[in-house]
């Protein structure tokens, strides 16, 4: 356990623009910042970053938070170990008791996988730098490959010995479980039970996530074993921890200059982006060998919308350059393509110059993907017009997926000329294609939605959904779908419609939002969700102002200071109440005994509380929903206070009592209240009670009839 001393020396030092800002190019806007969310796809800039409260929220998908549970989203962390990620960033010691079983059984398997290939990291390194064969055979790789010790240990560039269990041996004794080893990769299992390692013999390179942990690991095979052999590399399967196709190799390493160059080159292989480091150029990233998926580009579009696609200048360099790259353009990316000399590849190219001369032959030779692709096209097209077509129905594709209208314009208009085509012609063709793909996009959508009914129906009759995977090949059956699954699937509301949700979605690991928030639909009782929606407006101002103090005169003129929260608590104490939410009543009982503190502050206390529950809803309560300019003169809340905090419980009261006096007429119409004749005077008593109170409630308001 981290003691809580230890974990506000955590919260104190997290700087939140500093945390996000390394997944999250920030613009400043107003007192804020904002960037594309790192958590939906963001077309346009939704997620905000308030520097001041320490807090950072999407206004579109409602995920959001203080730093620690930014990193405990973003890197699927627990809370502790989010709280271990972010005191390592800072340099604050931890010291903790030694873990409980309990605790134990607490770390997931994501977390010992991680353990167990930051330790292979520090082995295959260790073995590298410090042993007889790693200097021999994997150091001696690197070195002739030019590369300096510097970039050796920025990218953590290791060797595995050329030993059937030289780490599985190793590790066992570290105490980490075969089973752990195997799901990472490291190593597998042999018919008879034998572990044996699977990376032998091979310089080792480590992929790392946006905040630094190994995720897995690539090995290339050094000797005479490359001759004939069609897999030089081999790297980490999926798991919990990794999938290739999300991951961008270097990213980690690169993610700062990229941001603050606003341009990423994309190259091939690891040895690319080793080489480009090295002679000074850090924003690159590889896709290693794998087509360009939508996961990756939204990756990369945390950082920058420009990207520079570099290649060999072979037909191979340029069938790559073509490969996928209508992705980018549909993620509204500035896509470039540049093709070095013939016989260079990414490496050699940068072993041969400086990082000012690599810079000014991207801006020489560097070309804009559509106007390379037509100027390439055409070229192979020559003067036979049946090719022409299809060149000009392959470019018309790639600018239909473009979301920019104005950018599709541009690039139709320059189509037009470079083709000697009518514009009007492209532009009549351009549009079928966007309303084919909006067709195509929503018979996905019905598909998928389909499958997962179809899913859910065979999980109800008791099958598992992978056996029913297994059965269907993912394809729902014929007759299972149900009629409402085959109609239109309505459009997604608009980002105006999404800002003014209360409720965002749920989130995988913090509490969702509607767990405390009120929703009508959550029960047919209206006055009981107009209940619990004031309790939420109530909590909101205990968040930001419970310790303020309330200052009233008595009858003889004398003033008196009250606490926010302590007045709350007293005004529903002294007429029997509390609130229904009972993670309002634990807050609201975690704070009494504190408020008259005067070092003490409601919102940093809840903000930082160890309860995920209660730190997830202060910092939604802390969010405004609205950036306002700065020159305008809006009252501020707290002036306000004194007259907000008992109209708001009043208000409050009025409808907890109405709704006891609709509850008690209810029960005047119960046979057995009817019957029993002392039953039914209690209720009637008390109902009789109970409007007085609504009455003199609905005079101090001023704005309630009440009907007799």
Same mark, same amino acid.
């Given at each position: 356990?981290?003691?809580?001393?230890?974990?506000?020396?955590?919260?104190?030092?997290?700087?939140?623009?500093?945390?996000?800002?390394?997944?999250? %190019?920030?613009?400043?806007?107003? &007192?804020?910042?904002?960037?594309?969310?790192?958590?939906?796809?963001?077309?346009?800039?939704?997620?905000?970053?308030?520097?001041?409260?320490?807090?950072?929220?999407?206004?579109?998908?409602?995920?959001?938070?203080? &730093?620690?549970?930014?990193?405990?989203?973003?890197?699927?962390?627990?809370?502790?170990?989010?709280?271990?990620?972010?005191?390592?960033?800072?340099?604050?010691?931890?010291?903790?008791?030694?873990?409980?079983?309990?605790?134990?059984?607490?770390?997931?398997?994501?977390?010992?996988?991680?353990? &167990?290939?930051?330790?292979?990291?520090?082995?295959?390194?260790?073995?590298?730098?410090?042993?007889?064969?790693?200097?021999?055979?994997?150091?001696?790789?690197?070195?002739?490959?030019?590369?300096?010790?510097?970039?050796?240990?920025?990218?953590?560039?290791?060797?595995?010995?050329?030993?059937?269990?030289?780490?599985?041996?190793?590790?066992?004794?570290?105490?980490? /479980?075969?089973?752990?080893?195997?799901?990472?990769?490291?190593?597998?299992? /042999?018919?008879?039970?034998?572990?044996?390692?699977?990376?032998?013999?091979?310089?080792?390179?480590?992929?790392?996530?946006?905040?630094?942990?190994?995720?897995?690991?690539?090995?290339?095979?050094?000797?005479?074993?490359?001759?004939?052999?069609?897999?030089?590399?081999?790297?980490?399967?999926?798991?919990?921890?990794?999938? /290739?196709?999300?991951?961008?190799?270097?990213?980690?390493?690169?993610?700062?200059?990229?941001?603050?160059?606003?341009?990423?080159?994309?190259?091939?292989?690891?040895?690319?982006?080793?080489?480009?480091?090295?002679?000074?150029?850090?924003?690159?990233?590889?896709?290693?060998?794998?087509?360009?998926?939508? &996961?990756?580009?939204?990756?990369?579009?945390?950082?920058?919308?420009?990207?520079?696609?570099?290649?060999?200048?072979?037909?191979?360099?340029?069938?790559?350059?073509?490969?996928?790259?209508?992705?980018?353009?549909?993620?509204?990316?500035?896509?470039?393509?540049?093709?070095?000399?013939?016989?260079?590849?990414?490496?050699?190219?940068?072993?041969?110059?400086?990082?000012?001369?690599?810079?000014?032959?991207?801006?020489?030779?560097?070309?804009?993907?559509?106007?390379?692709?037509?100027?390439?096209?055409?070229?192979?097209?020559?003067?036979?017009?049946?090719?022409?077509?299809?060149? @000009?129905?392959?470019?018309?594709?790639?600018?239909?997926?473009?979301?920019?209208?104005?950018?599709?314009?541009?690039?139709?208009?320059?189509?037009?000329?470079?083709?000697?085509?009518?514009?009007?012609?492209?532009?009549?063709?351009?549009?079928?294609?966007?309303?084919?793909?909006?067709?195509?996009?929503?018979?996905?959508?019905?598909?998928?939605?389909?499958?997962?009914?179809?899913?859910?129906?065979?999980?109800?009759?008791?099958?598992?959904?992978?056996?029913?995977?297994?059965?269907?090949?993912?394809?729902?059956?014929?007759?299972?779908?149900?009629?409402?699954?085959?109609?239109?699937?309505?459009?997604?509301?608009?980002?105006?419609?999404?800002?003014? @949700?209360?409720?965002?979605?749920?989130?995988? @690991? @913090?509490?969702?939002?509607?767990?405390?928030?009120?929703?009508?639909?959550? %029960?047919?009782?209206?006055?009981?969700?107009?209940?619990?929606? *004031?309790? %939420?407006?109530?909590?909101?101002?205990?968040?930001?102002?419970?310790?303020?103090?309330?200052?009233?005169?008595?009858?003889?003129?004398?003033?008196?200071?009250?606490?926010?929260?302590?007045?709350? /608590?007293?005004?529903?104490?002294?007429?029997?109440?509390?609130?229904?939410?009972?993670?309002?009543?634990?807050? *609201?009982?975690?704070?009494?005994?504190?408020?008259?503190?005067?070092?003490?502050?409601?919102?940093?206390?809840?903000?930082?509380?160890?309860?995920?529950?209660?730190?997830?809803?202060?910092?939604?309560?802390?969010?405004?929903?609205?950036?306002?300019?700065?020159?305008?003169?809006?009252?501020?809340?707290?002036?306000?206070?004194?007259?907000?905090?008992?109209?708001?419980?009043?208000?409050?009261?009025?409808?907890?009592?109405?709704?006891?006096?609709?509850?008690?007429?209810?029960?005047?119409?119960?046979?057995?209240?009817?019957?029993?004749?002392?039953?039914?005077?209690?209720?009637?008593?008390?109902?009789?009670?109970?409007?007085?109170?609504?009455?003199?409630?609905?005079?101090?308001?001023?704005?309630?009839?009440?009907?007799?």
């Amino acid at each position: 356990m981290i003691d809580q001393q230890t974990v506000d020396r955590i919260f104190d030092a997290a700087d939140i623009y500093d945390v996000v800002s390394e997944y999250v %190019t920030l613009r400043r806007s107003g &007192a804020s910042y904002k960037g594309l969310c790192p958590f939906h796809d963001d077309k346009t800039p939704s997620f905000y970053v308030n520097p001041a409260r320490g807090i950072c929220k999407c206004f579109s998908c409602g995920k959001g938070g203080n &730093a620690v549970t930014f990193i405990m989203e973003i890197e699927q962390m627990t809370f502790t170990d989010a709280l271990r990620h972010l005191a390592k960033r800072y340099n604050i010691e931890i010291k903790e008791e030694a873990p409980s079983k309990e605790e134990l059984k607490l770390r997931g398997e994501r977390e010992k996988m991680l353990a &167990a290939n930051e330790w292979a990291s520090q082995f295959f390194y260790n073995n590298l730098m410090n042993t007889p064969e790693g200097q021999a055979v994997g150091l001696a790789y690197f070195r002739n490959r030019g590369f300096r010790d510097d970039i050796i240990e920025k990218f953590r560039l290791g060797y595995a010995p050329d030993k059937w269990d030289a780490l599985s041996k190793e590790a066992q004794k570290k105490g980490f /479980k075969d089973e752990v080893l195997v799901s990472t990769s490291l190593a597998y299992k /042999k018919d008879n039970g034998q572990l044996n390692d699977k990376f032998r013999g091979r310089v080792m390179f480590p992929w790392f996530s946006l905040s630094g942990q190994v995720l897995a690991f690539g090995g290339r095979v050094l000797d005479a074993r490359t001759k004939g052999v069609n897999q030089k590399y081999i790297n980490s399967n999926d798991s919990e921890i990794y999938h /290739k196709q999300r991951e961008l190799y270097g990213l980690f390493q690169a993610k700062r200059q990229i941001a603050k160059e606003q341009q990423v080159y994309m190259v091939e292989g690891y040895t690319d982006v080793l080489s480009m480091h090295q002679c000074g150029i850090e924003n690159v990233v590889a896709n290693s060998g794998t087509a360009l998926n939508d &996961a990756q580009i939204r990756l990369l579009k945390r950082f920058t919308d420009n990207i520079t696609l570099i290649y060999d200048g072979d037909e191979a360099g340029i069938h790559a350059a073509l490969r996928g790259t209508d992705m980018l353009l549909a993620q509204n990316m500035n896509v470039k393509v540049l093709l070095l000399p013939d016989g260079d590849d990414p490496d050699s190219f940068a072993r041969k110059h400086n990082a000012q001369q690599f810079r000014e032959y991207v801006t020489q030779n560097q070309t804009d993907f559509i106007i390379f692709k037509i100027n390439h096209l055409l070229s192979q097209a020559s003067n036979d017009p049946r090719k022409r077509s299809e060149v @000009t129905e392959s470019i018309l594709q790639s600018i239909s997926v473009i979301p920019d209208e104005i950018v599709r314009s541009t690039y139709l208009h320059e189509c037009s000329e470079m083709m000697n085509m009518d514009e009007q012609m492209l532009l009549r063709r351009c549009l079928q294609l966007i309303r084919q793909h909006r067709e195509q996009k929503q018979k996905e959508k019905e598909r998928e939605q389909q499958r997962l009914e179809y899913l859910e129906k065979k999980k109800q009759a008791g099958e598992t959904p992978a056996a029913v995977e297994a059965q269907t090949n993912g394809q729902p059956q014929v007759g299972d779908v149900p009629q409402a699954m085959q109609q239109d699937i309505p459009e997604e509301t608009n980002a105006q419609t999404q800002l003014e @949700t209360i409720a965002p979605p749920v989130q995988p @690991t @913090t509490p969702p939002m509607d767990a405390y928030q009120p929703q009508a639909e959550q %029960t047919n009782d209206k006055d009981m969700a107009k209940i619990l929606g *004031m309790e %939420t407006l109530i909590m909101r101002m205990i968040v930001r102002y419970g310790e303020f103090k309330l200052i009233f005169e008595d009858a003889d003129g004398e003033k008196t200071q009250v606490p926010v929260a302590r007045f709350v /608590k007293e005004e529903l104490e002294v007429d029997g109440m509390n609130f229904q939410n009972q993670m309002y009543v634990r807050m *609201m009982d975690s704070i009494l005994g504190r408020v008259d503190d005067a070092e003490f502050s409601c919102s940093k206390f809840f903000l930082t509380s160890t309860d995920l529950e209660v730190s997830a809803f202060a910092a939604n309560m802390l969010n405004d929903k609205y950036q306002l300019d700065s020159k305008a003169l809006v009252e501020p809340e707290e002036s306000t206070l004194s007259t907000s905090i008992p109209r708001l419980l009043l208000d409050y009261k009025f409808y907890v009592v109405r709704r006891e006096i609709q509850m008690l007429k209810k029960q005047l119409t119960d046979r057995n209240v009817i019957c029993d004749s002392e039953k039914m005077m209690e209720v009637m008593k008390r109902s009789k009670f109970l409007m007085d109170i609504q009455k003199k409630l609905a005079k101090e308001l001023g704005d309630r009839i009440v009907s007799a």
